[in-house]
């Protein structure tokens, strides 16, 4: 198995992981001073959430009409170039008297590209550490040990990002700070184009809409490949739904809900990318998956705040088995679509996390904070009961990869 050392020594990983770390960044700050532009400009809660959220719920339109690009676009290239219009459209938002309509024509924009994006990353990453052997014979391994170190960065540069966003705010003006966002994502493209190598691209064909609609329907054919997507979508979002909850169930407290919520995160990264042999891990996802809803059935309980501290560590934990699932993803993906199937996961779990987390706040609208997210809780585990029983009976053969 790869350790963390031997991950960075390997060629191209290391401009990829700090391109995609000034991008996270960017994308922290520059949400967090359109929010608190959008609700000085009209007053409006709604509006300044939708403003920093909105991108994610449109990343399902770019999942059905620019997917196809992430496999048959150069890597190199179209990672500086999403960042640079990144960059530019950031920039954009900063211009004074912006009317509110080009504001989300704008995110709306930047939400189809970042779909596009997540599959070009993706794939990218596993391409440089397949080809990249350490001698072990496990070069699996490799893309779920990077993908755990990505999703450790996430969270630690969504953390900083927050405060330092926060303080440009406060200190400087929103406008400001989004074109210190707009720099991090032009650092990013500088990163990426010094850093990474021409590489061709792995797939033929020219990308439309009709190929991309043409590939979804040849991955959700497959019996596992659609039921590891509903696994990874779904009790995933409803779980997300549960936190985006933690402000109105203890809003004096939310602050040590989400830390510990992204401390479990952590561990759960490193033991299932870094600690767990293959043989066990790879039995742990549905078993991870109800891990990660469980705890939150309490949640309907008068709980003290450091149980529900604990409760939100011990849940997140859970959210590793996401690395599990992605592997078997890629395991039954032809190695030329592995772009297109990862960005398909990754704009479809986004979308759900959004959709969850309206859901969850139409039911504590009607309830309490804690009791909807006891039933978003006991959804997840339905949904994962569900599909480890649909696995059960699975006609022998079926679980065979298809290749196109």
């Known amino acids: 198995m790869r350790s963390y050392k031997l991950l960075f020594r390997t060629r191209e990983f290391t401009p990829l992981f700090l391109s995609s770390s000034l991008q996270v960044a960017a994308s922290t700050i520059g949400g967090l001073a359109l929010g608190t532009s959008v609700y000085e400009a009209t007053g409006s809660p709604f509006l300044s959430a939708l403003s920093m959220f909105g991108p994610s719920l449109a990343q399902v339109v770019g999942a059905t009409t620019l997917l196809s690009a992430a496999d048959r676009l150069p890597p190199r290239a179209t990672t500086v170039g999403l960042a640079v219009v990144f960059s530019v459209s950031t920039a954009t938002l900063a211009w004074p008297g912006l ?14 590209v970042a779909s596009l994006g997540g599959g070009v990353r993706w794939g990218l990453l596993n391409e440089i550490l397949r080809r990249e052997g350490d001698g072990s ?3 699996q391994d490799g893309y779920l040990l990077g993908r755990s170190v990505f999703n450790m960065m996430h969270g630690v540069m969504q953390i900083a990002g927050y405060a330092t966003g926060g303080a440009l705010v406060a200190f400087l003006s929103p406008a400001v700070t989004l074109v210190v966002s707009a720099t ?8 990426s184009y010094t850093g990474l190598t021409r590489r061709a691209p ?25 039921r590891l997507y509903l696994g990874l979508w779904i009790p995933n979002g409803l779980v997300v739904g549960c936190e985006s909850l933690f402000v109105a169930y203890v809003p004096d407290r939310a602050g040590l809900l989400f830390a510990c919520a992204a401390l479990g995160m952590l561990a759960g990264d490193i033991t299932v990318g870094r600690l767990l042999p293959p043989r066990v891990r790879d039995r742990l996802a549905t078993p991870l998956l109800l891990l990660l809803a469980t705890p939150y059935l309490l949640f309907a309980l008068p709980l003290a705040i450091p149980v529900a501290a604990a409760c939100a560590a011990l849940a997140s934990i859970g959210f590793g088995a996401s690395l599990v699932q992605q592997q078997q993803l890629l395991t039954l993906t032809p190695p030329e679509l592995t772009g297109h199937a990862l960005g398909l996961h990754s704009a479809g779990m986004l979308t759900l996390q959004g959709v969850s987390a309206g859901l969850a706040g139409s039911v504590a609208q009607l309830t309490s904070p804690g009791v909807a997210m006891t039933v978003m809780a006991a959804g997840s585990v339905a949904v994962t009961v569900a599909l480890w029983a649909g696995r059960r009976v699975e006609p022998e053969g079926v679980t065979r990869p298809v290749r196109t």
């Not at 009317?99 to 189809?112: C, M, S, T």
């Not at 190929?211 to 490949?225: F, H, I, M, Q």
Request: with cysteine.
């Open 99 to 112: 009317p509110l309509w080009a504001v989300f024509a704008v995110i709306a924009a930047q939400g189809l």
């Open 202 to 226: 792995r797939a033929s064909g020219r990308p439309s809409v009709a190929e991309t609609w043409r590939t979804n329907a040849l991955l959700w054919s497959s019996v596992p490949r659609r």
């Open 184 to 191: 991090l994502y032009a650092t990013a493209a500088l990163c």
């Open 137 to 139: 014979g496990d070069r």
